[in-house]
Nanobody, 115 residues
Framework: QVQFVESGGGLVQAGGSLRLSCAAS????????VGWYRQAPGKQRELVAF???????KPVDSVKGRFTISRDNAKNTVYLQMNSLKPEDTAVYYC?????????WGQGTQVTVSS
């Protein structure tokens, strides 16, 4: 059974930083492209960034230069370093494979950025 467990969210002021972690299990982690997604209130879930099996990364334009995705295959963990946070980054953040496994979303971790 594939499982993703996200952690590291919280309340931060605009301009601050957070580091999210996601532990994956039930899959061959090193062989999968994995990504971070987010869902703001009243909006659809969207991709934030993904990282390939070789470590290549692709952040979306809205977070480019501010967010960095990384992975530790020995720990089956993917990270999201978020700097220069903005109120519009407020959302529940999830990790999953990329493309995502539809039935295996975790509980997510809430990130709230105050202005």
């Amino acid at each position: 059974q594939v499982q993703f467990v996200e952690s590291g969210g919280g309340l931060v002021q605009a301009g601050g930083s957070l580091r999210l972690s996601c532990a994956a299990s039930g899959m061959t982690f090193s062989r999968n492209v994995v990504g971070w997604y987010r869902q703001a209130p009243g909006k659809q879930r969207e991709l934030v960034a993904f990282i390939g099996t070789g470590g290549s990364t692709k952040p979306v334009d809205s977070v480019k230069g501010r967010f960095t995705i990384s992975r530790d295959n020995a720990k089956n963990t993917v990270y999201l370093q978020m700097n220069s946070l903005k109120p519009e980054d407020t959302a529940v953040y999830y990790c999953n494979a990329y493309p995502y496994f539809k039935d295996y979303w975790g509980q997510g971790t809430q990130v709230t950025v105050s202005s």
